[in-house]
Nanobody, 125 residues
């Protein structure tokens, strides 16, 4: 089992940047593929990015490609989401999640077993 705690959210102007962190408990962090999802008010939770167990493979939803970068540091049991060129439509609660599935970079909601509590990101226009 793993516990996940996100941090780094906040209020930023359009065009700005934020870096989200996801700190994981336990000694088996490197055995999980990690993902970031987001949920805007009144909308379903959607996939944003995923990274493989080693960090060698990544996958992004089209709307964030070229702007967001997912990474991980297995020595620090932490995953990151660097968000640049933020847009008002990026406003949402962002969640990190850990997957025990076999896929290298899973993108489905139900591929993930463990979830953090979320961190709010608000982008003003």
């Amino acid at each position: 089992q793993v516990q996940l705690v996100e941090s780094g959210g906040g209020l930023v102007q359009a065009g700005g940047s934020l870096r989200l962190s996801c700190a994981a408990s336990g000694r088996t962090f490197s055995s999980y593929a990690m993902g970031w999802f987001r949920q805007a008010p009144g909308k379903e939770r959607e996939f944003v990015a995923a990274i493989s167990r080693s960090g060698g493979s990544t996958y992004y939803v089209d709307s964030v490609k070229g702007r967001f970068t997912i990474s991980r540091d297995n020595a620090k049991n932490t995953a990151y989401l660097q968000m640049n060129s933020l847009k008002p439509e990026d406003t949402a609660v962002y969640y990190c999640a850990a997957s025990t599935k076999g896929a290298v970079t899973p993108s489905g909601l139900y591929d993930y077993r463990y979830w953090g509590q979320g961190t709010q990101v608000t982008v003003s226009s």
